[in-house]
């Protein structure tokens, strides 16, 4: 059973910044790579960032290149996700899981995720 919980969000201002971290076992992390998606109400979800296991590459939708980094610590079976210049289209509920690299689509397994609002 894959086991993800989310933790960092919270309510800034537009221009401000806050870091998500994605908890895992080993098991759950071991070997793979995990993206950071979100999903704002009546929206789709979609990918936001992933990250290799050896963080040899990274990936970045459009919308957030410039802003956000995604990075991990395997030591501590963590992946975060640093949020810079936040705007208020970026408030959604966001969510770490296990990815297929070639599609950027998740395996299935999600956490809670955890609620990002920014207002302007």
């Known amino acids: 059973q894959v086991q993800l919980v989310e933790s960092g969000g919270g309510l800034v201002q537009a221009g401000g910044s806050l870091r998500l971290s994605c908890a895992g076992s080993?098991?759950?992390?071991?070997?793979?790579?995990v993206g950071w998606f979100r999903q704002a109400p009546g929206k789709e979800r979609e990918v936001v960032a992933a990250?290799?296991?050896?963080?040899?590459?990274?990936y970045y939708a459009d919308s957030v290149k410039g802003r956000f980094t995604i990075s991990r610590d395997n030591a501590e079976n963590t992946v975060y996700l640093q949020m810079n210049s936040l705007k208020p289209e970026d408030t959604a509920v966001y969510y770490c899981?296990?990815?297929?690299?070639?599609?950027?689509?998740?395996?299935?397994?999600w956490g809670q995720g955890t609620q990002v609002t920014v207002s302007s």
């Open positions: 899981t296990i990815v297929i690299w070639a599609t950027m689509t998740s395996t299935g397994s």
């Open positions: 080993e098991r759950t992390f071991n070997n793979y790579p």
């Open positions: 990250i290799t296991y050896y963080s040899a590459n990274t």
